[in-house]
């Protein structure tokens, strides 16, 4: 597994960080996600606090981490129920 050594600048710090190359790319548009979040936070509120701002993206990237679960697990349990109905047509043919 080879890796990378490279920077990613989040706000105005760099952060050194060693990455797998075929995550190299991942890596970088995570970070370029977060500094736009950080534009916006400061456009649409005023603030110039970079640890509020960056409290507010944390918050924001959980609260979606928390949404994209939940429509994952409702996506699981309405395909498993159709599995199970799939089974049951299934049973009754053979």
């Keep these: 597994m080879e890796t990378l050594a490279i920077r990613v600048k989040i706000g105005d710090r ?3 960080m060693r990455v797998k190359m075929e995550d190299e ?3 970088r548009h995570a970070g370029k996600l977060i500094n736009e ?3 916006k936070y400061k456009a649409e ?3 110039d606090d ?3 701002l960056l409290a507010m993206v944390a918050f924001d990237c959980m609260v979606e981490s928390l949404e994209t679960n939940e429509v ?3 996506d699981s349990e309405h395909i ?3 599995l199970a109905n799939i089974n049951a047509l299934l049973s009754k043919v053979v």
């Design 37 to 39: 979040k950080l534009r």
């Design 25 to 27: 790319g991942k890596i």
């Design 14 to 16: 760099e952060y050194p």
């Design 50 to 52: 970079n640890q509020d």
């Design 80 to 82: 498993r129920a159709s």
């Design 45 to 47: 509120f005023g603030l």
């Design 72 to 74: 994952k697990a409702e």
